[in-house]
């Protein structure tokens, strides 16, 4: 079997869509519940909240459309409007939540945060960050270190960028990462998810 060098023949999440937004704020459920997938996946009643969920999203089918030929596609919409943000998020967040979970998320929105180092203090074991590195892809940012500052993220398409994926575990957050951000990436919106 031969593995080709800078070409792909098999499509994946965000080649033709700008589901990166949708998939951050899973992520960012799954991180802050602490969920894991069990033996057969994550189950039924899982997937059943999620089509729940998307099925409140504002403007949902932009999120199917190649936003990088369609300023609609994507957050395309969204990108002026903060409210909008906020509100899929929360939508999401109570669909996807247990009974034991309702009411437990508050999403904050910053729009000052222009730098990885300015997002790190809204990490905690508690809150995750949903950004858009250079505005081009929707990443939850899950753990941080300082001195340098490294910020971890959780990326949708993360498995089509490297030959080798790797999940790291940050224990004292007890979440997963499958990325970095870089410290020259510029930020617009960042959007704190707290939890419990």
Not at 67 to 95: H, M, P, Q, W
Not at 100 to 127: A, T
Request: proline residues 3%; aromatic residues 12%; positive net charge.
């Amino acid at each position: 079997m031969a593995y080709r060098e800078n070409k792909r023949y098999i499509l994946s999440q965000g080649d033709l869509d700008g589901a990166c937004f949708l998939y951050s704020i899973i992520n960012a459920y799954i991180s802050l519940t602490v969920r894991r997938p069990g033996r057969q996946g994550w189950g039924n009643k899982f997937y059943k909240r999620w089509d729940k969920a998307i099925a409140y999203i504002p403007h949902l089918t932009d999120f199917f459309i190649c936003s990088s030929i369609n300023e609609n596609g994507g957050t395309g919409r969204y990108d002026d409007n903060a409210c909008l943000f906020k509100l899929a998020v929360e939508r999401v967040l109570y669909e996807m939540s247990t009974q034991k979970e309702k009411g437990v998320f508050q999403v904050n929105i910053h729009e000052d945060r222009h730098h990885p180092s300015d997002i790190k203090k809204l990490i905690s074991k508690n809150s995750v960050v949903i950004v858009c590195p250079d505005y081009e892809h929707w990443v939850v940012c899950v753990a941080c270190k300082e001195n340098p500052t490294i910020v971890y993220t959780a990326c949708s398409a993360e498995l089509h960028y490297f030959k080798e994926y790797n999940e790291i575990f940050h224990k004292p957050n007890n979440v997963y990462s499958n990325g970095v951000l870089s410290n020259r990436c510029s930020l617009g919106l960042a959007i704190q998810i707290v939890g419990k």
